[in-house]
């Protein structure tokens, strides 16, 4: 069992930047992640870590398109603690951004489904005006 807990959302102008955390209590997974939700639309996923590839021994990290070269997903398995710094913002960045825990990150299509990972945060709010 883990209980995730984010916090570091606000409101920015288009163009700011954020640094959400999220606390993780219980059990750390080598498989985390931030995922958004937009009035109106279905969750998505923004960015995940997996914790010490296997095959590199660093941390393997996945972003969606549309946050690449944007946003950065960060780990700090010590003090079970992951990171997404986001810059330059815009209004479409605007939801309610969502930690998650235990998910299929090496895999390259369901790492990005929801119903995939097994615990949740309650969200913090982005609001990113134009």
């Known amino acids: 069992q883990v209980r995730l807990r984010e916090s570091g959302g606000g409101s920015v102008q288009t163009g700011g930047s954020l640094r959400l955390s999220c606390a993780a209590s219980?059990?750390?997974?080598?498989?985390m992640g931030w995922f958004r939700q937009a009035p109106g639309k279905g969750r998505e996923g923004v960015a995940t870590?997996?914790?010490?590839?296997?095959?590199?021994?660093?941390?393997?990290?996945s972003y969606a398109d549309s946050v690449m070269g944007r946003f950065t997903i960060s780990q700090d398995s010590a003090n079970n603690m992951i990171y997404l710094q986001m810059n330059s913002l815009t209004p479409e960045d605007t939801a309610m951004y969502y930690c998650a825990a235990n998910g299929p990150c090496t895999d390259p299509t369901e790492r990005w489904f929801p119903l995939k990972y097994d615990y949740w945060g309650q969200g913090t709010q982005v609001t990113v005006s134009s």
């Open positions: 219980g059990r750390w997974y080598s498989c």
């Open positions: 870590v997996y914790t010490g590839s296997l095959y590199t021994g660093s941390d393997f990290t």
